[in-house]
Structure formats: C-alpha cells, structure tokens
C-alpha cells in the first residue's frame, strides 16, 4: 500500500535497480542453489569505527553559501510548481545536502558543487513530491518535475577551489 506523505518524507533517497537480465538473474539462481541454505555469510568489509569515519568525512565537506542557497531554491522550486499538490519539505533540503557531501566526497573532493547537486536531486526529492492525480493520468513522473526544476533553477557559477 502507498505510504502518506509525511512517511515517505524520511526517507533519505528513492532509487529503483530494476530487474537483472537474463544471465544476471540465473547467476542469482545459481548461487542460491550452490549454497543450499537460506544463511548466508557476509565478508565484512567495514567495522564500527570505519563507519563512522565515513559519517564524519562526509559531515566535513564544505557547503558554500551559493550552492546552499541553490539546494534551497530547487526545493523551493518544487514547492511553487502548478503541477505539485506537496512539494519538498526542508527534510528534502538536509537530503540533498547530505547525498550532495557524500557525492563530493567520492568524488574526491571537500566541497559541493552544483553538479553533485544535480546528480542526487531525482533521488532526494522525487519521492517527496505529491503530483495533481491528473498527471499521474499523462504519464508527468515526479522524477520529471524535479527535472523541470532543475532546468528552472539558475546554477550558481562561483565554484570553490579549496
């Protein structure tokens, strides 16, 4: 069943894999079969102190104000759209922030660009929007509203050099 919209509001990110081809599939077929029991060992690959090393690189990316203040108009964007009933709440605003850090971070870098903004927009706010019922008739996604946003939003053009 669909979830209200202050639930699906805490969730950090929608994403969607899809389904594996042909081979993929089998391959997980295969290996369920090869194991012969539901258990199944995980190699760990991160310990507790390791992950929280991760948390608190990705709290030192640097945010400048102009790409802050442009992760605030994109949401502030969905939020004025006609087509939107319930834009982005500012929960929206700390998720692309902090997927917008994490980016950066692999990245390689200590700083936010806009173009980590753009890149993590669709799955930090997509699925916070509520859409007219209307265009869930057209085929209108809320992935395609973000979109629209993100054409809309003037890009800051100072980008750090830290």
Not at 32 to 61: F, S, Y
Not at 90 to 107: E, I, M, N, Q
Not at 127 to 146: C, K, M, T
Request: hydrophobic share 45%; aromatic share 4%.
């Amino acid at each position: 069943y669909p979830l209200p919209e202050a639930q699906l509001d805490r969730f950090l990110v929608r994403m969607s894999v899809g389904y594996p081809g042909r081979n993929d599939e089998w391959e997980v077929l295969s290996r369920r079969l090869d194991r012969g029991v539901d258990e199944v060992r995980l190699n760990v690959i991160a310990d507790r102190a390791a992950v929280l090393a991760m948390q608190r690189a990705v709290e030192a990316v640097h945010v400048e104000p102009d790409v802050g203040y442009y992760i605030v108009d994109l949401v502030t964007a969905t939020r004025a759209r006609p087509s939107v009933l319930v834009g982005a709440s500012p929960r929206g605003s700390l998720a692309l922030v902090k997927l917008s850090r994490a980016r950066a971070l692999l990245d390689g870098r200590d700083f936010v660009t806009p173009d980590d903004v753009k890149a993590v927009a669709v799955p930090a706010l997509a699925h916070r929007l509520v859409l007219h019922p209307e265009l869930w008739v057209s085929g209108v996604s809320a992935e395609d509203i973000v979109g629209q946003c993100l054409d809309l939003v003037p890009t800051p053009q100072s980008v750090p050099s830290r």
